[in-house]
């Protein structure tokens, strides 16, 4: 990979707040409506490195408590490390099935949840606890606050693939001990998201659970609340722009 990251049209500009301009405002939602879960339908080309880069130093970017910055990125490409790791996946996988109802087992048995072999890149994004010290700006009555800010990581790693043109596909069927034996990550370093990347036939309309008819998404009305716990929030009379 290149070394350093040199485009000087995705630095930080100071501004007095401003809203994006129009078409700009219009890129980041529809980076975000159109983002999915890739599983099935990876293409073998390889991801450029400086695409890759830039995918992951936009992670980088993501917001963190206390600044601690507690990820890393470990990029797997070497077919033996993703096929050990496949392997992880299909036997979690296999348990997993049992622990739902029999009547959605056929169901979840038919769903394609991983790409690991297929995708010509993984990414591993691991959180290091210790990064920012025994107390952390932020943490210090919410501790997890880092694993969420790692979480935040992957979204921004995730748009920005979906605006590269990439799929990205989060497999967490997986036991973290025999992913981090694998892949040599040291304790107390957390496993977060294991991440299948690169180039797609095409993105679903809809995410692909909700054509397969496994989950409908809630209506934005049903989850929003204001001022109290239950309390209907009046900004959703009107309905939502995706409705």
């Known amino acids: 990979m290149p070394d350093a990251i040199d485009q000087p049209e995705f630095q930080p500009r100071l501004t007095t707040g401003e809203s994006f301009s129009d078409a700009e405002r ?28 830039r995918i992951l130093d936009a992670a980088h970017h993501a917001p963190s408590v206390g600044f601690m910055q507690p990820w890393n990125f470990l990029v797997v490409r070497d ?7 496949a392997g992880i996946f299909a036997r979690a996988n296999v348990e997993a099935a049992s622990m739902f109802p029999k009547d959605r087992q056929d169901a979840y048995r038919a769903l394609k949840l991983e790409g690991i072999t297929s995708a010509p890149v993984n990414v591993c994004v691991t959180c290091d606890r210790t990064r920012g010290g025994p ?32 799929g990205v596909g989060w497999v967490s069927i997986l036991k973290e001990a025999e992913v981090k034996a694998v892949l040599g990550i ?36 049903d989850l929003v609340f204001e001022d109290h716990w239950g309390s209907e929030a009046a900004m959703t009379r009107a309905g939502t722009p995706q409705e």
């Not at 879960?37 to 880069?53: K, N, T």
């Not at 077919?79 to 790791?85: D, G, L, N, S, T």
Request: charged letters at 25%.
């Open 79 to 85: 077919a033996e490390k993703k096929r050990q790791v």
């Open 186 to 221: 040291p304790d107390p370093v957390r496993l977060v998201a294991y991440l299948c990347v690169g180039k797609v036939e095409s993105f679903f309309a809809t995410p692909e659970l909700e054509q397969r008819g496994w989950r409908a998404r809630t209506p934005i009305a």
């Open 26 to 53: 219009e890129a980041v939602y529809r980076a975000i409506y159109s983002r999915r879960d890739v599983r099935g339908q990876f293409r073998p080309d390889a991801v450029a490195d400086d695409v890759l880069l």
């Open 135 to 166: 107390v952390v700006l932020g943490a210090t009555h919410m501790p997890d606050m880092d694993l969420f800010s790692t979480v935040c990581a992957v979204q921004n790693l995730w748009l920005a693939a979906r605006a590269e043109g990439l």
